[in-house]
């Protein structure tokens, strides 16, 4: 049986008599959301009984039949609001409403010979452990030195300036650059629909191992609040209580290690939102560690004696971003239908920020001037 979805609410725009469902405007880097186009069309008065695929082919500039059939079998085709089938015959006053995964365009993609640390790959898929620091793709202010200029050279793909090659269309989901961890990239259209429908149907399997400020009061909980861009600082996201803006985002957290003034925790992620964790995180009024956006990079917990705002300026060196990675990634794969689960160890930075907490932690001092 065919997963479906829920097509949410959007605002529309006629462009050539198909319509682009807008909705909120999404600079994502983690916003599964924001990896996809929604689009309607609506069946013209004097069209002949036809196929819904070949309807959608014709209708649709730059995307194939055969691409048409994989989203349709992914579920992302509805026709009258019920799911459709690739045979289905649709008729004058018909309405088709579907979903594409974003194709990024207009930035020129060259390859670059960078070292990438491939944790597994075959011939539909591989998984890439991202360090921190690193750009996913090009974009205003990062055009060389991204993980796709990296994935173009290691693929032997290149883009345009106008280009519409749908491969480089790789990327299914993206982290921040301060972000370290596991992404999976799609090697081909089939690979790419089924993954991208598994994120947007938030079926994948995502954990994260964060430090933030402070001392959690429960082992374990789940943070459940709309984000939505902060009309004070476009740049930030924020968390609509009412849920009456943003988007619905749930975060489940685990306490790993406490040690008083800080806390490590993992984090796993029911949705996808931009900045889902560290904006979750700081809304319970635990920032996540020297995560400047979000007040993180100050001193939220601890003592006013000088030795200790030295000891974090020294941690603050030693991981000198959010502390925050993408531990673990699970997916249904596209072609086994096995379910595969990869674990990426933390990195060093974090790891010795960890060790210098419990040291500070398992000592405690009598703090002086």
Same mark, same amino acid.
């Given at each position: 049986?065919?997963?479906?979805?829920?097509?949410?609410?959007?605002?529309?725009?006629?462009?050539?008599?198909?319509?682009?469902?807008?909705?909120?405007?999404?600079?994502?880097?983690?916003?599964?959301?924001?990896?996809?186009?929604?689009?309607?069309?609506?069946?013209?008065?004097?069209?002949?009984?036809?196929?819904?695929?070949?309807?959608?082919?014709?209708?649709?500039?730059?995307?194939?039949?055969?691409?048409?059939?994989?989203?349709?079998?992914?579920?992302?085709?509805?026709?009258?609001?019920?799911?459709?089938?690739?045979?289905?015959?649709?008729?004058?006053?018909?309405?088709?409403?579907?979903?594409?995964?974003?194709?990024?365009?207009?930035?020129?993609?060259?390859?670059?010979?960078?070292?990438?640390?491939? =944790?597994?790959?075959? +011939?539909?898929? !591989?998984?890439?452990?991202?360090?921190?620091?690193?750009? @996913? #793709?090009?974009? $205003?202010?990062?055009?060389?030195?991204?993980?796709?200029?990296?994935?173009?050279?290691?693929?032997?793909?290149?883009?345009?300036?106008?280009?519409?090659?749908?491969?480089?269309g790789v990327l299914v989901h993206r982290i921040d650059m301060d972000t370290s961890g596991l992404l999976v990239v799609a090697k081909n259209d089939e690979s790419q629909l089924d993954l991208a429908g598994q994120f947007f149907r938030h079926t994948i399997e995502r954990k994260y191992v964060a430090v933030v400020w402070g001392n959690l009061k429960e082992d374990e909980g789940t943070i459940v609040g709309n984000i939505g861009r902060d009309p004070n600082d476009r740049l930030r996201f924020k968390v609509y209580p009412e849920g009456d803006k943003g988007k619905h985002a749930?975060?489940?957290?685990?306490?790993?290690?406490?040690?008083?003034? =800080?806390?490590?925790? +993992?984090?796993? !992620?029911?949705?996808?939102?931009?900045?889902?964790?560290? @904006? #979750?995180?700081? $809304?319970?009024?635990?920032?996540?560690?020297?995560?400047?956006?979000?007040?993180?990079?100050?001193?939220?917990?601890?003592?006013?004696?000088?030795?200790?705002?030295?000891?974090?300026?020294?941690?603050?060196?030693?991981?000198?971003?959010?502390?925050?990675?993408?531990?673990?990634?699970?997916?249904?794969?596209?072609?086994?239908?096995?379910?595969?689960?990869?674990?990426?160890?933390?990195?060093?930075?974090?790891?010795?920020?960890?060790?210098?907490?419990?040291?500070?932690?398992?000592?405690?001092?009598?703090?002086?001037?």
């Amino acid at each position: 049986m065919e997963q479906e979805f829920m097509f949410p609410a959007e605002e529309e725009s006629a462009v050539d008599g198909l319509i682009v469902e807008e909705g909120e405007e999404s600079a994502s880097e983690e916003d599964e959301q924001g990896m996809f186009e929604h689009f309607r069309l609506n069946v013209d008065k004097g069209q002949t009984p036809l196929r819904v695929d070949k309807y959608m082919a014709c209708h649709l500039m730059d995307t194939s039949r055969h691409r048409v059939q994989l989203a349709i079998k992914n579920g992302y085709v509805k026709v009258n609001d019920k799911p459709a089938k690739a045979n289905l015959i649709v008729r004058p006053g018909d309405v088709i409403r579907f979903v594409m995964p974003y194709e990024r365009r207009g930035f020129e993609v060259l390859p670059e010979n960078i070292p990438l640390d491939i =944790v597994y790959e075959d +011939e539909d898929l !591989l998984v890439v452990n991202k360090p921190a620091g690193m750009v @996913v #793709h090009p974009g $205003h202010g990062h055009f060389e030195g991204t993980l796709i200029n990296a994935l173009s050279y290691h693929l032997g793909i290149t883009q345009g300036p106008d280009a519409k090659d749908e491969r480089m269309g790789v990327l299914v989901h993206r982290i921040d650059m301060d972000t370290s961890g596991l992404l999976v990239v799609a090697k081909n259209d089939e690979s790419q629909l089924d993954l991208a429908g598994q994120f947007f149907r938030h079926t994948i399997e995502r954990k994260y191992v964060a430090v933030v400020w402070g001392n959690l009061k429960e082992d374990e909980g789940t943070i459940v609040g709309n984000i939505g861009r902060d009309p004070n600082d476009r740049l930030r996201f924020k968390v609509y209580p009412e849920g009456d803006k943003g988007k619905h985002a749930v975060t489940h957290y685990r306490v790993i290690e406490r040690f008083g003034y =800080v806390t490590v925790v +993992e984090c796993r !992620l029911e949705t996808g939102r931009t900045h889902q964790i560290r @904006v #979750h995180m700081n $809304h319970i009024g635990h920032p996540l560690f020297n995560d400047e956006r979000y007040g993180g990079s100050e001193i939220r917990k601890g003592t006013i004696y000088a030795k200790y705002k030295q000891f974090i300026r020294n941690c603050f060196e030693l991981c000198p971003r959010q502390a925050l990675h993408a531990m673990t990634l699970g997916f249904v794969h596209p072609r086994t239908r096995e379910f595969i689960r990869f674990d990426s160890p933390l990195p060093a930075d974090m790891q010795a920020l960890i060790n210098k907490w419990r040291d500070y932690a398992g000592n405690m001092p009598s703090e002086e001037e």
